[in-house]
């Protein structure tokens, strides 16, 4: 059910990746770096693609350390999601206690001043990793969410498609118990709970209703 596929592999980090990684360090990039603000103030027409490091400044975890290594361990792949129902479980679980916090991130610095480079002509086209929506809460329109977005959620058995946030509340209703507990917050919504999930009920598919 999750609408993005991570990716397995590590790819080196690039030119866009080590820009990225120094705007999200300062509170106003453009003023700080002459180089970025000589290359901005350049080019008139900009492509701009961001990732994880973008967010971070808004409390959600990114999967690199700062030369581009994982620091943990990788996401669940879809072939392990839609092959075993526990993996199914334990990323539901997972996704139920990690929402409660990354459904209430609010955009940082880095997502106003992109939207502000939408908004004065500059920026043509953001292509996003991110799957937390929060450019578009900060005002950019031309985005295109490149791994999926997490504020809908669709179901691979009918194609049903339901806001993130009401597909919490059938989780808490069907988890009744599971709601006391925490963990630390994961990239992606994830939360890191270790424990037998065996007992974690995911909603099934059921097109009669709003499944
Ligand atoms: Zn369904």
Known sequence: MPSTQRPYERSAPDRHHIWRRRAVRTRCAVMQHPALEDFVAGHQ??????????????????????DGNWKRTRPVTIQAFLGEAAT???????????????????????????????????CELLLTQNVDRL????????????????????????????PREQFQGELVRLNPTWIALDATDAPDGDADLEQDFSSFVVPACEPAAAC
């Open 45 to 66: 027409r900009l492509f701009v693609l961001t990732g994880a490091g973008c967010s971070t400044n808004s409390g959600i975890p990114d999967y690199r350390d700062s």
């Open 135 to 162: 450019h578009q809460a900060a005002g950019s329109q031309r985005v295109i969410d490149l791994h999926g977005r997490l504020d809908v959620v669709r179901c691979l058995g009918c194609g049903a498609t339901m």
């Open 88 to 122: 199914r479980q334990r990323y539901w679980a997972r996704s139920m206690v990690g929402w409660r916090r990354f459904g209430r991130a609010m955009p940082n610095g880095a997502h106003r001043a992109l939207a502000k480079l939408e908004q004065q002509g500059r």
